[in-house]
């Protein structure tokens, strides 16, 4: 994106993280905030250092705690939210390979005690309670028609990448155990 030029184009889910972070808040107030990063991806540490940023702008104290594949960082984060040493209002992680697929684990760990924001899709079909993101099927009607468009002769060196309208999607079951009551724009999932 920031070099046109190239025989390259596509569809981001990349929501800015404040937009995402605003939307959540539509939720109920954030006090605190847990930001799980895998510190072996650095789109993961981008986005823990701009939700430092966003918590300092908004009052929100932001705890950042590390979940690598190896080793058990992520099964230690769970120990600290199980056993109360560790309280926040809620729990995000950004659009993070490792950690969603860990998305139901933790879930099933923790997410009766947490509020949990997921920066994709995934997390809300894995059963956590919010994602503001385009949804996958209209990253796929984006893609698609994109694919058209170049198979018709646009060139991809001039063609943007694009980010469908995100939607703030929401768990049916997670709102109802942290008696939530979905905004009317949202997306519901089982």
């Known amino acids: ?65 590390r979940a690598a594949a190896t080793g058990n960082s992520l099964e230690e984060v769970m120990e600290e939210i199980r056993s109360g040493r560790l309280k926040a209002d809620a729990l995000y992680s950004g659009a993070d390979s490792y950690i969603a697929s860990k998305a139901a684990d933790i879930q099933a760990a923790i997410g009766d005690r947490i509020r949990l924001f997921g920066g994709t899709q995934t997390f809300i079909l894995r059963g956590w309670l919010a994602a503001y993101s385009p949804p996958v099927k209209d990253m796929g009607k984006a893609a698609a028609d994109l694919t058209a468009d170049i198979l018709k002769g646009a060139d991809p060196r001039t063609t943007p990448v694009v980010l469908p309208q995100p939607r703030l999607m929401i768990s049916s079951a997670a709102a109802a155990a942290h008696g939530i009551a979905p905004p009317d724009d949202a997306l519901l999932e089982k």
């Open 1 to 65: 994106m920031d070099q046109p030029g190239t025989n390259v184009t596509g569809v981001i889910n990349g929501v800015p993280i404040p937009d995402q972070l605003d939307a959540f808040s539509r939720l109920g107030k954030l006090k605190s905030l847990v930001v799980l990063f895998n510190p072996k991806e650095p789109n993961s540490n981008l986005i823990a250092d701009q939700i430092v940023d966003w918590g300092r702008n908004h009052g929100v104290e932001v705890i950042r705690r």
